[in-house]
C-alpha cells in the first residue's frame, strides 16, 4: 500500500475552476439513492488544464457538458473532465448507498433518518464536486422521498416549494441565498417531533426557530431552544451580528461524529448538546448545551458568512468562535468559573497534545488527514490567540476590527492573516510580532525571578521565554505575550495590577514606590497560553488564595498548593521516607469551605482536586506508581481534616435546588466519601432522594472510585431505570470505565455485548472506551499493558467502521514519552501493530507514524 502523502500550507493554489451556482436534486430510496448534481462551472484564467473533481465511493452513472456526453476519466478518488470551455452546465449523475455508510460522513443514516456531514471532506462522498472550502455556489436543493417514512426534508437556505409526486413520494425545494463552500451543505430527512417558536431581530426581521429531535423526546428541546434564542440576542447585543435566512433549524442525531456542525441555516447536532430535562440531563449538560448552540449559532458569521480560504486557516473560524461562545457563557453566568473551564481544557489536554507527536500551530503548516486537525490547538488555544488579541487591543477596538473584517471579507474565503491585518488596521496596534502565535507549535516556559529592594523600594521581576522543540520542526522566536500581574502587600492590599507587555527573550520589569516585599499573583486569569517556572511558598501561595482579586487566580493557587504536595510527596516515596502534607495547606483548604463570600461554584472548583491526568501535564517525565500513592494521601489528608466541615456543607445544601450549590455540595460528598465508609450512606441516601441527575450521577460517582456492594446494587439499579435512554447510558457506560479496579478492562470487554452499546455509535464508543484510556489513568497505565492493548484492539476495529473516531480516542497511546520505558515499550508494541493493520485508515496512519517517528 502506498503511503498517505503530506499536503502543505505553501503549496496552496487557487482552484482552476470555480461553480458558481450548483442545483441538488436528491432521490432517497435506501441502498439506491440517486443524485443529480447540475452545477455552473467557470473557468479561472487562461489555462487549459482540465476539470478535475474530487469524490469518495461514488457510483457514477452519466457526466455532461451543456446537455451532451463529456469526455471523461473515472480514476481514483477523482473525476477528470475534458472541456476547453471557460463557462458551462455540468450535470453529474450518481448514486450511492447511505446505509452502507458507517463512517457517518457524507449521506449517511441515523437510527432511520438521512444525514449529513460534511466537514471537512465529506461532500466528496455525495458528489463528484470541487470540494475545498475556496469554492462557494449560490445552493438550490430538492429532495424526494417516501412521505409517511420521511415527511420532514431539510436543506440549508429557505424553503421555497414543496409538494407531492404523482407515485406517492412528496419533496421539498430549498435556496440558499448565500454563497457557502461545500462543507457547509446539509440534508436531513426524518421523521421527529418538532419544537417551533419566533425571534425577531434588531430590525424587527420574524425569524422561525425550529429544533427537531426523535420522537417521544419534545419534552427535552426546550433548553436548546431557549439557548439558541439567547445566543441570536447575545450576538446582536455584543458584535452587532443580525441573523440573516427567515428560518433557523436544528436537528439532533444520536449517530454524529462531532458535538454539532454549523452548516448553513440548518445545524445538524449530536443529541448530547440538543436533550436535556432535569431527570436525565446534569447541570454540566445544560451549560454544554447552551454553549454548543451558542457556538454553531456564532458561526453563521464566523465561519459561514466569512469562511476559510484553505484547511490549514481552520482556526481562522474555530479559534474565533471558541472565543465567542466563550465570552456568551461568561456573559450569562460566572465569568471566573467559565474561564477556569477553558483553562483546564488548556492545561490538560493542548499542552499535552503541544509536547506529543502531533504538536502543531493554531495555523499548521501540513496535514495528511484534515479530521486529525480538529484539535484543541486548532479550537481552544486558537481561542486564547483570540482572547490574548483582545487583551492587547481592549473591547472597543477589538470590536472595530470584528466589524472591519466583516466589511471586508463578508461572502468570501480568507486567511488568518486576513483576520489579524483587519485588527491591526482597525486599531492602529502593530501586531507584527504577535503574528508568531500562528506559526509556531509548542507551549512556552516563563522562567520568573523576582527581587525586591528594601532601600529603593523597588520590586523587579525578570521574565524570560522560551519553547521546547516540536517534532513539526516550526521556528521558536520571542512571541508578544500580554503578561497579566497583581503585586499583594503583607495586608492583603492590591497594590498594583496590570498586563505587561512581554516581547523579548529576557525582559525585566520595575515597580517603585513598594514599602515591603510583596506577592506577585503571576499571569493572573491565564492572560497567556504559557507554562510558569516559578518557585511559589506555601505562604505566598495561602496568601494568594485569601486575598487575590482575581477568583481565578484562588483557583490557580489552590492547584499550586495541592500540586506541590503530590510532587514533593513523590520524592518522599522515591527516598523511602514518610509521606507529609504542610497543615498549612489543610488550613488554606478548609478557609475555602468556610468562607462566607466566595461563590459557590467558585468554591466547588477549588475544592476539586486536580487529577491524575492533569498532574502528569506538569511534568516531562512521571513516575507513575509513586504518583498513584502521593495524590491518594494528599487528597485523603485534606478529606480527613476538613471532615466536620464537609459533612456541615452538604447538610446544609442538601435542600437547596441551585446549580452552584448543587456542585459545591457533591465536591464536598465526593470527598466526605473518601475518607471512610460510613459517608457511603450519605452518598446512597442522596441516589435515593435525588429528584434530578445532577445528585443522582453525583451519589453514583462519589462510590465509584472503587468497588463495593453499595456502588454495584445502585448502578444496577440505574440501569434498569435508564436503559432505554441512551445519552444517559453514556453516563452509566462511562463510571464503568473510571472505575479503578483490576478487573475494570474485563468488565468493559463484556459491556460491549450490553444491548445499549454499539461500537457503530461514537457517543457509545466514547463513553466506553474513550473515556477509560483519558480518564482511567492508573488502569489504562497499568504495568501488563494490558489497558493499551484494551484500546488498541478497539481502534482496530474502529479503523473500517469509523476512521474519525479511532483516530480520536487514541491520542492517550501516543503520548508515551512522559512514562517509565517499559510502560513506553508497551505502548509503541501497540503503535506498531496498528501500523501493520491492512488498509489502515489515513486518520491513524498520520497519528501512529508521528508517534513512533
Not at 482552484?15 to 435506501?30: Q, V
Not at 486537525?373 to 477589538?398: C, D, P, Q, W
Request: charged residues 25%; aromatic residues 10%.
Amino acid at each position: 500500500m502506498s503511503q498517505p502523502q503530506a499536503k502543505f500550507l505553501k503549496d496552496y493554489q487557487a482552484p482552476d475552476f470555480h461553480i458558481t451556482h450548483i442545483d441538488l436534486d436528491f432521490s432517497l430510496a435506501g441502498k439506491q439513492t440517486e443524485i443529480i448534481a447540475t452545477s455552473t462551472v467557470r473557468r479561472q484564467g487562461s489555462h487549459q488544464s482540465p476539470l478535475i473533481l474530487v469524490g469518495d465511493d461514488i457510483q457514477l452513472q452519466s457526466v455532461l457538458i451543456n446537455g451532451e456526453a463529456a469526455q471523461y476519466v473515472e480514476r481514483a478518488g477523482e473525476l477528470v473532465i475534458e472541456t476547453k470551455l471557460n463557462e458551462f452546465e455540468l450535470q453529474v449523475r450518481s448514486s450511492l448507498d447511505p446505509e452502507a455508510n458507517t463512517s457517518l460522513e457524507g449521506l449517511y443514516m441515523s437510527d432511520g433518518a438521512y444525514c449529513t456531514q460534511c466537514e471537512a471532506e465529506g461532500f466528496r462522498r455525495i458528489t463528484y464536486f470541487l470540494d475545498r472550502p475556496d469554492v462557494l455556489a449560490i445552493y438550490t436543493v430538492r429532495i424526494t422521498a417516501d412521505k409517511q417514512a420521511f415527511p420532514y426534508l431539510l436543506s440549508n437556505g429557505n424553503l421555497v416549494e414543496s409538494g407531492e409526486t404523482s407515485d406517492g413520494l412528496h419533496f421539498a425545494q430549498w435556496h440558499d441565498p448565500f454563497p457557502k463552500p461545500a462543507y457547509l451543505f446539509a440534508l436531513v430527512a426524518g421523521d421527529f417531533d418538532l419544537l417551533e417558536d419566533r425571534f425577531t431581530t434588531c430590525s424587527k426581521r420574524d425569524i422561525k426557530l425550529q429544533v427537531f429531535v426523535d420522537k417521544g423526546n419534545l419534552h427535552k428541546a426546550h433548553h436548546a431552544m431557549a439557548s439558541l434564542k439567547k445566543s441570536m440576542a447575545w450576538d446582536e447585543s455584543r458584535f452587532n451580528l443580525e441573523y440573516d435566512l427567515d428560518i433557523y433549524m436544528i436537528v439532533a442525531v444520536d449517530f454524529f461524529n462531532m458535538g454539532a456542525m454549523e452548516n448553513k441555516g440548518l445545524n445538524v447536532f449530536n443529541t448530547k448538546f440538543v436533550l436535556a430535562d432535569k431527570d436525565s440531563a446534569t447541570d454540566d449538560d445544560y451549560h454544554g448545551i447552551e454553549s454548543v448552540v451558542g457556538h454553531e449559532y456564532f458561526h453563521n458569521w464566523t465561519g459561514n458568512r466569512v469562511t476559510c480560504r484553505d484547511w490549514f486557516q481552520l482556526s481562522l473560524k474555530e479559534g474565533l468562535t471558541v472565543f465567542r461562545d466563550q465570552e456568551f457563557s461568561s456573559d450569562l453566568g460566572s465569568r471566573a468559573v467559565n474561564r477556569i473551564h477553558a483553562i483546564k481544557i488548556m492545561k490538560n489536554q493542548q499542552f499535552a497534545e503541544d509536547s506529543g507527536p502531533m504538536a502543531h500551530p493554531i495555523r499548521p503548516e501540513s496535514v495528511i488527514e484534515m479530521n486529525n486537525f480538529y484539535t484543541v490547538t486548532v479550537y481552544n488555544k486558537g481561542a486564547e490567540v483570540i482572547r490574548m488579541m483582545h487583551t492587547l487591543l481592549g473591547e472597543a477596538s477589538f470590536q472595530k476590527g470584528m466589524a472591519l473584517y466583516f466589511e471586508r471579507h463578508d461572502g468570501q474565503a480568507v486567511t488568518c492573516d486576513d483576520f489579524v491585518a483587519a485588527m491591526e488596521d482597525a486599531s492602529g496596534v502593530d501586531l507584527t510580532q504577535f503574528r508568531r502565535w500562528y506559526s509556531q507549535a509548542g507551549t512556552p516556559q516563563v522562567d520568573i525571578k523576582e527581587q525586591f529592594d528594601s532601600e529603593t523600594n523597588t520590586y523587579t521581576l525578570t521574565l524570560a521565554q522560551s519553547i521546547p522543540a516540536t517534532p513539526d520542526g516550526s521556528a521558536k522566536l520571542p512571541l508578544h505575550i500580554p503578561f497579566d500581574i497583581e503585586l499583594i502587600d503583607p495586608a492583603g492590599e492590591s497594590i498594583v495590577n496590570k498586563v505587561l507587555d512581554f516581547t523579548q527573550e529576557q525582559q525585566v520589569f520595575s515597580f517603585e514606590n513598594i514599602q515591603q516585599q510583596p506577592v506577585a499573583s503571576l499571569l493572573q486569569d491565564f492572560s497567556a497560553p504559557v507554562k510558569l517556572n516559578f518557585d511559589y511558598s506555601v505562604a505566598q501561595l495561602v496568601h494568594i488564595m485569601r486575598y487575590a482579586t482575581s477568583e481565578v487566580a484562588k483557583w490557580e493557587a489552590s492547584v499550586a498548593l495541592f500540586s506541590q504536595s503530590v510532587w514533593q510527596n513523590v520524592e518522599r516515596l522515591q527516598q523511602q521516607q514518610a509521606m507529609f502534607i504542610d497543615p498549612r495547606i489543610i488550613d488554606a483548604f478548609k478557609g475555602v469551605i468556610l468562607a462566607e463570600d466566595l461563590d459557590k461554584a467558585l468554591m466547588a472548583e477549588i475544592l476539586t482536586m486536580p487529577s491524575a491526568g492533569s498532574l502528569i501535564e506538569q511534568k516531562s517525565t512521571v513516575d507513575l506508581d509513586n504518583l498513584a500513592l502521593a495524590r491518594e494521601f494528599v487528597v485523603l489528608e485534606i478529606a480527613e481534616n476538613c471532615e466536620d466541615e464537609l459533612l456541615a456543607t452538604v447538610r446544609e445544601l442538601a435542600s437547596i435546588d441551585d446549580a452552584a450549590a448543587r456542585s459545591l455540595k457533591n465536591v464536598c460528598l465526593n470527598l466526605l466519601v473518601k475518607v471512610d465508609n460510613t459517608h457511603a450512606e450519605l452518598a446512597q441516601k442522596q441516589f435515593a432522594q435525588a429528584i434530578n441527575m445532577t445528585d443522582s450521577l453525583a451519589a453514583l460517582t462519589a462510590l465509584n472510585s472503587e468497588p463495593s456492594a453499595i456502588r454495584d446494587q445502585l448502578m444496577s439499579q440505574f440501569e434498569k431505570k435508564w436503559l432505554k435512554t441512551p445519552l444517559v447510558m453514556d453516563k452509566w457506560f462511562a463510571l464503568h470505565a473510571t472505575l479503578n479496579d483490576t478487573l475494570c478492562i474485563a468488565t468493559l470487554k463484556a459491556l460491549f455485548e450490553h444491548q445499549a452499546f454499539s461500537f457503530n455509535n461514537p457517543n457509545r464508543v466514547r463513553s466506553l472506551i474513550g473515556i477509560f484510556a483519558a480518564a482511567n489513568t492508573f488502569e489504562f497505565h497499568r504495568k501488563d499493558g494490558l489497558g493499551y492493548e484494551f484500546l488498541a484492539d478497539a481502534i482496530v476495529k474502529l479503523n473500517t467502521l469509523n476512521p474519525q473516531v479511532a483516530a480520536r480516542i487514541i491520542t492517550p497511546l501516543i503520548q508515551f514519552k512522559k512514562f517509565d520505558s517499559e510502560r513506553q515499550q508497551l505502548m509503541t508494541q501497540q503503535l506498531n501493530r496498528i501500523l501493520k493493520v491492512e488498509n489502515l485508515s489515513k486518520d491513524l496512519y498520520e497519528k501512529v507514524t508521528k508517534a513512533l517517528a
